[in-house]
């Protein structure tokens, strides 16, 4: 059972904030807590009577009460609308008041996080009385008036990208009369003597709740306390856990008796339809003359199977001398001792009864830091540092033969993404490795009982699961970017400004971003690596919209080191060139449907083999499904290439290989190299297409048919190619490849033919027709249809000129491989490479028309570029 134990301290400024002594005292209280609770008894089911303190008070009446005064919820017919009619009617006892105030900005000595001054409709927020002397008289108003509450109180709230509705703010539980905190507990010692029960409750803390208010599902609450003690009729008092308090509004509230005198507040979030906004309860401690609780779902998760590692790294066994990576000094030291103390011990221990300990462990820890910036009109939108560790864990069980892996079934285990701690900090970094290893060991043994089970009456795939590989080890010297975040904010402006010359653009931004990737990598068989890979990344993105509704829209995407970036002048005639062409494709012509010679030049080349038939390169292994479903879904995994290895891909003419190796080709610097992948193999070229036909694929250590070793190209969890060349010695000069294009126009009777400039996935973001007697007529937004990689067959002639581009490739098949392979975590899913390619002549492609329908443009002028009257 999970003992969740949470403290948070909220205030406007920093000197409201509780001095790092009473913070302390608040961790050594919880931490006393926790301890408590692992041994005190589970609740059994109860009813009968039961104090809440002021904490949990305030959540109680927050999801029992403050959620159904919401106004909206009166006018909704979906919603059980509980109080709907019960204005003028008592709800509390008397004395009791419930106000909701955002002018408020302290209770009980301490800020109130749901205060503001206006609400997100711009309504002034206020003081609002909802219960007065126990009795309904008000609901929480927005600015959609309900029968009988036409006006706004202030509490229109929504959270950024979501439409406001009645939501709360600061509530205020008052009691008239109230009695002392010992006065209070004689009067439940009283009525549980008088009821003749053996005990009642004592709920001191809440850590939240839920609560359903429709009317097609039960109209309950659920809160979830974490503090609870039974209170005998002597006056003992004793721990227990596991408690979920459960009930109905209007039966819950008619049994509120009492309240003692002592304030007490609940800052925290509220989630609902418009999305998630900062609240507060502040409410004394309440007597209830019957209240019902259940036991809380028994977790399946067992306890750790290893005990906690030592915090101290001082004993800890030092590495190699002869080891490179291990041997660094400095801050990196305390991690990798960490990744390596936590793996051996694991690799030699981590065993539940009866099975076995991992035969393969690997750790990868990225640590990001950069920073985002967005520039909208030559205007700042956003500015933000980026800074985080991630791990993911990579654990096999069985034997290399057959393991945990390649098997898709119902159960994913793959965990979420471990975040590490910033600090080097030797002991918080093991902890949480010993904890994301633990959670990996299990969801390995599930998944290897799941694939025993299935093959008990199937015939077995002979493939191995993980083929060997050489134990490499890599320190990369390279440095990180040095770009500042002032240098990136006045590009962005600067970029962002260009569209204010452009009238026909509607929407356009501008992001520059810095990513300084280091990457540190132990496994179990002896591979180590600390990799660096430093980007920057320029983006300008505008849209705009034809006469008849077409949306159109284009990119400039730039990713280079920051000394490889292009000058700003450069970037600013891209950025003006792109928004340009885009502009004036609002007025050219449409195509709806042709088949026939298409010539794909420059960045739509790059974008076409990166798009289509890049991802056939990839030798991604089919798992065994988990039954007839399952097999359908893994069916889907197949890569039509993986039978193809000496069939012809491509014409003759043609080759292919990945490099990996290259930093450069010509004049043109590459982005796609690296020393080792990500699972530490070695870089090395490889042959893919030679002369049309097929020669190999790109793989990892993840075997296929036909193909056992690695070719070093696992980027996150698949193969991934890194710089992807396209060449031939038949290339032809610009004006011979011009006059085979007209000469298959005229070949096949054809009235034009169409060159694609640029493309994004299917979309044809810019092309014209080409006639036979050299006219171009630009076309507007199109889309390829019924490609695939078998249409490079069918490419009739290339050019002599060769364009590099670099993109992101997308892992091939991401989310079932996410599924079936050995990694917990949250590894990346696409990785920057480049593409060297020539111009590419079809024979045939389709170019059709966008299906669907498109919005109606903007009612009212760009004000920018609005003339003044």
Same mark, same amino acid.
């Not at 709800?91 to 997100?120: C, E, K, M, W």
């Not at 633990?438 to 390995?444: C, F």
């Not at 002896?526 to 006469?547: F, H, I, L, R």
């Not at 032809?732 to 996935?761: C, K, S, Y």
């Given at each position: 059972?999970?003992?969740?134990?949470?403290?948070?301290? #909220?205030?406007?400024?920093?000197?409201?904030?509780?001095?790092?002594?009473?913070?302390?005292?608040?961790?050594?209280?919880?931490?006393?807590?926790?301890?408590?609770?692992?041994?005190?008894?589970?609740?059994?089911?109860?009813?009968?009577?039961?104090?809440?303190?002021?904490?949990?008070?305030?959540?109680?009446?927050?999801?029992?009460?403050?959620?159904?005064?919401?106004?909206?919820?009166?006018?909704?017919?979906?919603?059980?609308?509980?109080?709907?009619?019960?204005? +003028?009617?008592?709800?509390?006892?008397?004395?009791?008041?419930?106000?909701?105030?955002?002018?408020?900005?302290?209770?009980?000595?301490?800020?109130?996080?749901?205060?503001?001054?206006?609400? +997100?409709?711009?309504?002034?927020?206020?003081?609002?009385?909802?219960?007065?002397?126990?009795?309904?008289?008000?609901?929480?108003?927005?600015?959609?008036?309900?029968?009988?509450?036409?006006?706004?109180?202030?509490?229109?709230?929504?959270?950024?990208?979501?439409?406001?509705?009645?939501?709360?703010?600061?509530?205020?539980?008052?009691?008239?009369?109230?009695?002392?905190?010992?006065? *209070?507990?004689?009067?439940?010692?009283?009525?549980?003597?008088?009821?003749?029960?053996?005990?009642?409750?004592?709920?001191?803390?809440?850590?939240?709740?839920?609560?359903?208010?429709?009317?097609?599902?039960?109209?309950?609450?659920?809160?979830?306390?974490?503090?609870?003690?039974?209170?005998?009729?002597?006056?003992?008092?004793?721990?227990?856990?596991?408690?979920?308090?459960?009930?109905?509004?209007?039966?819950?509230?008619?049994?509120?008796?009492?309240?003692?005198?002592?304030?007490?507040?609940?800052?925290?979030?509220?989630?609902?339809?418009?999305?998630?906004?900062?609240?507060?309860?502040?409410?004394?401690?309440?007597?209830?003359?019957?209240?019902?609780?259940?036991?809380?779902?028994?977790?399946?998760?067992?306890?750790?199977?290893?005990?906690?590692?030592?915090?101290?790294?001082?004993?800890?066994?030092?590495?190699?001398?002869?080891?490179?990576?291990?041997?660094?000094?400095?801050?990196?030291?305390?991690?990798?001792?960490?990744?390596?103390?936590?793996?051996?011990?694991?690799?030699?221990?981590?065993?539940?009864?009866?099975?076995?300990?991992?035969?393969?462990?690997?750790?990868?820890?990225?640590?990001?830091?950069?920073?985002?910036?967005?520039?909208? #009109?030559?205007?700042?939108?956003?500015?933000?540092?980026?800074?985080?560790?991630?791990?993911?864990?990579?654990?096999?069980?069985?034997?290399?033969?057959?393991?945990?892996?390649?098997? *898709?079934?119902? =159960?994913?285990?793959?965990?979420?993404?471990?975040?590490?701690?910033?600090?080097?900090?030797?002991?918080?970094?093991?902890?949480?490795?010993?904890?994301?290893?633990?959670?990996?060991?299990?969801?390995?043994?599930?998944?290897?009982?799941?694939?025993?089970?299935?093959?008990?009456?199937?015939?077995?795939?002979?493939?191995?699961?993980?083929?060997?590989?050489?134990?490499?080890?890599?320190?990369?010297?390279?440095?990180?970017?040095?770009?500042?975040?002032?240098?990136?904010?006045?590009?962005?402006?600067?970029?962002?400004?260009?569209?204010?010359?452009?009238?026909?653009?509607?929407?356009?931004?501008?992001?520059?971003?810095?990513?300084?990737?280091?990457? =540190?990598?132990?496994?179990?068989?002896?591979?180590?690596?600390?990799?660096?890979?430093?980007?920057?990344?320029?983006?300008?993105?505008?849209?705009?919209?034809?006469?008849?509704?077409?949306?159109?829209?284009?990119?400039?995407?730039?990713?280079?080191?920051?000394?490889?970036?292009?000058?700003?002048?450069?970037?600013?005639?891209?950025?003006?060139?792109?928004?340009?062409?885009?502009?004036?494709?609002?007025?050219?012509?449409?195509?709806?449907?042709?088949?026939?010679?298409?010539?794909?030049?420059?960045?739509?080349?790059?974008?076409?083999?990166?798009?289509?038939?890049?991802?056939?390169?990839?030798?991604?292994?089919?798992?065994?499904?988990?039954?007839?479903?399952?097999?359908?879904?893994?069916?889907?995994?197949?890569?039509?290439?993986?039978?193809?290895?000496?069939?012809?891909?491509?014409?003759?003419?043609?080759?292919?290989?990945?490099?990996?190796?290259?930093?450069?080709?010509?004049?043109?610097?590459?982005?796609?190299?690296?020393?080792?992948?990500?699972?530490?193999?070695?870089?090395?070229?490889?042959?893919?297409?030679?002369?049309?036909? *097929?020669?190999?694929?790109?793989?990892?250590?993840?075997?296929?048919?036909?193909?056992?070793?690695?070719?070093? +190209?696992?980027?996150?969890?698949?193969?991934?190619?890194?710089?992807?060349?396209?060449?031939?010695?038949?290339?032809?000069?610009?004006?011979?490849?011009?006059?085979?294009?007209?000469?298959?126009?005229?070949?096949?009777?054809?009235?034009?033919?169409?060159?694609?400039?640029?493309?994004?996935?299917?979309?044809?973001?810019?092309?014209?027709?080409?006639?036979?007697?050299?006219?171009?007529?630009?076309?507007?937004?199109?889309?390829?249809?019924?490609?695939?990689?078998?249409? #490079?067959?069918?490419?009739?002639?290339?050019?002599?000129?060769?364009?590099?581009?670099?993109?992101?490739?997308?892992?091939?098949?991401?989310?079932?491989?996410?599924?079936?392979?050995?990694?917990?975590?949250?590894?990346? =899913?696409?990785?920057?490479?480049?593409?060297?390619?020539?111009?590419?002549?079809?024979?045939?492609?389709?170019?059709?028309?966008?299906?669907?329908?498109?919005?109606?443009?903007?009612?009212?002028?760009?004000?920018?570029?609005?003339?003044?009257?």
């Amino acid at each position: 059972m999970t003992l969740p134990r949470y403290e948070s301290f #909220f205030s406007f400024t920093p000197d409201g904030l509780p001095p790092d002594e009473a913070v302390l005292d608040t961790v050594a209280r919880m931490i006393r807590d926790l301890d408590a609770l692992r041994e005190a008894p589970i609740v059994d089911p109860y009813t009968g009577p039961a104090i809440l303190s002021g904490r949990a008070s305030g959540v109680f009446f927050h999801e029992i009460l403050g959620h159904r005064v919401e106004g909206h919820r009166q006018k909704r017919v979906d919603d059980g609308q509980t109080f709907k009619k019960k204005i +003028n009617e008592r709800i509390l006892p008397p004395g009791f008041s419930v106000t909701f105030d955002p002018s408020r900005r302290q209770a009980a000595g301490l800020d109130l996080v749901g205060s503001y001054a206006y609400d +997100n409709q711009g309504a002034p927020g206020g003081r609002g009385v909802v219960v007065d002397d126990g009795v309904l008289v008000d609901f929480l108003m927005s600015r959609t008036p309900i029968d009988g509450f036409p006006i706004s109180n202030g509490h229109g709230r929504k959270q950024y990208g979501y439409s406001p509705v009645s939501r709360q703010s600061n509530l205020i539980v008052e009691v008239r009369d109230a009695l002392s905190r010992e006065a *209070l507990k004689e009067q439940l010692l009283a009525m549980i003597r008088d009821s003749g029960r053996p005990f009642g409750l004592f709920i001191d803390d809440i850590q939240g709740g839920v609560t359903t208010t429709g009317r097609f599902m039960p109209n309950a609450f659920n809160v979830d306390p974490n503090v609870v003690y039974r209170i005998y009729p002597d006056g003992r008092e004793e721990l227990v856990r596991g408690v979920d308090l459960i009930g109905t509004p209007l039966t819950t509230l008619s049994r509120v008796i009492a309240a003692d005198d002592e304030m007490a507040v609940f800052n925290g979030f509220c989630g609902a339809e418009s999305g998630s906004v900062p609240v507060s309860a502040a409410a004394p401690g309440i007597l209830i003359s019957q209240i019902e609780v259940q036991k809380k779902g028994k977790s399946q998760e067992r306890l750790p199977i290893l005990s906690r590692p030592p915090q101290d790294g001082g004993d800890a066994r030092a590495p190699p001398d002869d080891d490179a990576v291990a041997a660094k000094n400095g801050a990196e030291r305390a991690l990798l001792q960490a990744m390596r103390d936590e793996l051996d011990r694991s690799t030699a221990n981590l065993a539940m009864e009866g099975m076995e300990t991992p035969y393969f462990l690997a750790y990868r820890v990225d640590e990001v830091e950069g920073f985002r910036v967005w520039a909208h #009109f030559g205007a700042l939108v956003r500015s933000s540092p980026a800074k985080r560790r991630s791990l993911s864990v990579e654990l096999r069980v069985g034997d290399p033969d057959f393991d945990n892996t390649n098997f *898709l079934s119902g =159960y994913t285990g793959t965990g979420g993404s471990t975040t590490l701690p910033l600090d080097d900090d030797y002991g918080a970094l093991r902890h949480r490795l010993w904890l994301a290893t633990d959670s990996a060991y299990k969801n390995a043994q599930r998944k290897l009982a799941g694939k025993r089970a299935a093959l008990q009456n199937r015939t077995r795939d002979e493939i191995p699961d993980f083929v060997d590989a050489p134990a490499v080890q890599f320190l990369d010297t390279d440095g990180s970017v040095n770009w500042s975040v002032e240098d990136a904010e006045t590009l962005a402006r600067t970029l962002s400004a260009v569209f204010k010359q452009t009238p026909g653009i509607h929407e356009s931004r501008v992001q520059t971003d810095l990513d300084n990737r280091r990457s =540190y990598y132990v496994n179990s068989e002896g591979a180590s690596y600390v990799k660096v890979e430093p980007w920057v990344q320029v983006q300008a993105w505008a849209s705009t919209q034809a006469d008849d509704g077409t949306i159109l829209e284009d990119s400039e995407v730039v990713y280079a080191r920051s000394d490889d970036l292009p000058d700003r002048s450069v970037l600013v005639e891209r950025v003006r060139a792109m928004a340009e062409s885009l502009s004036g494709q609002r007025g050219a012509e449409t195509i709806d449907r042709y088949s026939g010679p298409v010539l794909f030049e420059g960045q739509a080349a790059a974008a076409l083999v990166a798009g289509y038939f890049a991802p056939r390169l990839a030798a991604v292994r089919v798992p065994l499904g988990d039954g007839f479903r399952y097999e359908q879904t893994a069916a889907a995994a197949r890569n039509p290439f993986a039978d193809k290895i000496g069939a012809r891909v491509m014409p003759r003419f043609l080759a292919v290989r990945d490099d990996p190796t290259l930093l450069e080709y010509g004049r043109h610097r590459l982005h796609g190299g690296y020393r080792v992948d990500d699972e530490g193999v070695r870089a090395a070229p490889t042959i893919l297409v030679e002369r049309g036909r *097929l020669k190999a694929l790109l793989t990892t250590r993840n075997p296929v048919e036909g193909i056992d070793s690695s070719t070093g +190209n696992r980027r996150g969890i698949a193969p991934v190619p890194s710089n992807l060349i396209v060449s031939t010695d038949e290339g032809l000069p610009e004006d011979e490849l011009r006059t085979e294009f007209v000469a298959l126009i005229h070949e096949r009777g054809n009235e034009f033919g169409i060159i694609v400039q640029r493309l994004r996935g299917s979309t044809v973001v810019q092309a014209a027709k080409v006639y036979p007697d050299g006219r171009t007529v630009p076309i507007r937004k199109a889309e390829l249809s019924g490609l695939s990689a078998s249409t #490079f067959k069918e490419i009739v002639a290339v050019s002599q000129v060769e364009n590099v581009h670099t993109l992101r490739f997308s892992t091939a098949r991401s989310a079932i491989l996410s599924r079936t392979s050995a990694v917990h975590g949250s590894p990346r =899913y696409d990785t920057i490479g480049s593409v060297v390619v020539p111009d590419l002549l079809f024979e045939e492609v389709t170019v059709r028309k966008p299906l669907g329908n498109s919005p109606r443009p903007p009612v009212l002028a760009h004000p920018f570029f609005e003339k003044a009257p």
